[in-house]
C-alpha cells in the first residue's frame, strides 16, 4: 500500500534561515510520482514540483530546492533564505502509475508540515 | 492544464441537511478526485469519479453519506448528505491530466455544519 509521512508536524524558523521538509514514502509500484503541494492561509493547494520514479536528480528552482533519494525512499524539500511569505502548510504526495496493476492515478497526501517564518 | 471551478466556495448547514458541491472543469478529463480535508488535516480521499460508471470510495468512505455523480467528463458532483458538526472541512474536486501527468485542484468549498 501507499503511504507518505512526513514526520515534521510543524517548524519554526527565522526569516533567513534554510530550512527542509522531510518526507519518506512507501510503495510496491516501481513507476510511481512524487509530487510537493503548499497550502497557504488561503486554503488553495499550489503546485511545486512533480518527481517520477526513474529521474533521481535533484532539482533548484530559485529558493527552492529538491533531494530525491530512491535508495532511502525520501524526497525532501529545502527552502533557502526563508522569507515570511513562505509561511504555509506543505504536502508531500505520492501517485503510482496510472493503469498498472488497476491503479487509477490517486494522489496519497502526508500529513503535512506547517513551516512558520518568523521576521 | 484545465481551468477547475469549485463552488460553492463555503456555506454555514445546519445539521441534518445535504449539500452539493459542484466542480466544472473547462476541458473533458477522464479522472476525477473528491478529497476531505478536516481542520488541521491533511486530504484524504472520498472517492474517484470516473465518467460512466459508479464511483469508487475509499475505506470509511460510503456511497449514502457522499453520492457522487459525474454526468459528463467536464463535470461533477458531491454530496454531504444528514450532516453533522463532524462534516466540517474543506472538500476539494481534483483532475488527473494524462499529458502532463499533474493533478489540478479546485479552490475547494469550505463547510461548517452548526
Known amino acids: 500500500a501507499q503511504k507518505v509521512t512526513q514526520a515534521q508536524t510543524e517548524i519554526s524558523v527565522v526569516e533567513k534561515e534554510d530550512v527542509t521538509l522531510d518526507c519518506v514514502y512507501e510503495?510496491?509500484?516501481?513507476?510511481?510520482?512524487l509530487f510537493w503541494y503548499k497550502q497557504p492561509p488561503s486554503g488553495e493547494l499550489v503546485f511545486l514540483i512533480r518527481r517520477n520514479s526513474f529521474d533521481e536528480q535533484n532539482e533548484i528552482s530559485g529558493r527552492y530546492s529538491w533531494n530525491f533519494q530512491k535508495s532511502t525512499s525520501s524526497f525532501n524539500f529545502t527552502i533557502t533564505a526563508s522569507q515570511v511569505v513562505d509561511s504555509a502548510v506543505y504536502f508531500c504526495?505520492?501517485?503510482?502509475?496510472?493503469?498498472?496493476?488497476?491503479?487509477?492515478?490517486?494522489?496519497?497526501f502526508g500529513q503535512g508540515t506547517t513551516l512558520q517564518v518568523k521576521p | 492544464s484545465a481551468v477547475i471551478s469549485q463552488k460553492p466556495s463555503r456555506d454555514i448547514c445546519q445539521r441534518g441537511t445535504s449539500l452539493t458541491i459542484q466542480c466544472q472543469v473547462d476541458s473533458q478529463v477522464t479522472m476525477m478526485f473528491w478529497y476531505r480535508q478536516q481542520p488541521g488535516q491533511s486530504l484524504t480521499l472520498i472517492a474517484t469519479a470516473n465518467q460512466g460508471s459508479e464511483a469508487t470510495y475509499e475505506s470509511g468512505f460510503v456511497i449514502d453519506k457522499f453520492p457522487i455523480s459525474r454526468p459528463n467528463l467536464t463535470f461533477s458532483t458531491l454530496t454531504v448528505s444528514n450532516m453533522s458538526p463532524e462534516d466540517s472541512s474543506i472538500y476539494l474536486c481534483s483532475y488527473f491530466d494524462r499529458l502532463n501527468y499533474g493533478y489540478t485542484f479546485g479552490s475547494g468549498t469550505r463547510l461548517t455544519v452548526v
Open positions: 504526495a505520492l501517485s503510482e502509475a496510472v493503469g498498472g496493476s488497476g491503479n487509477t492515478g490517486k494522489l496519497i
Open positions: 510503495t510496491r509500484d516501481t513507476t510511481y510520482y
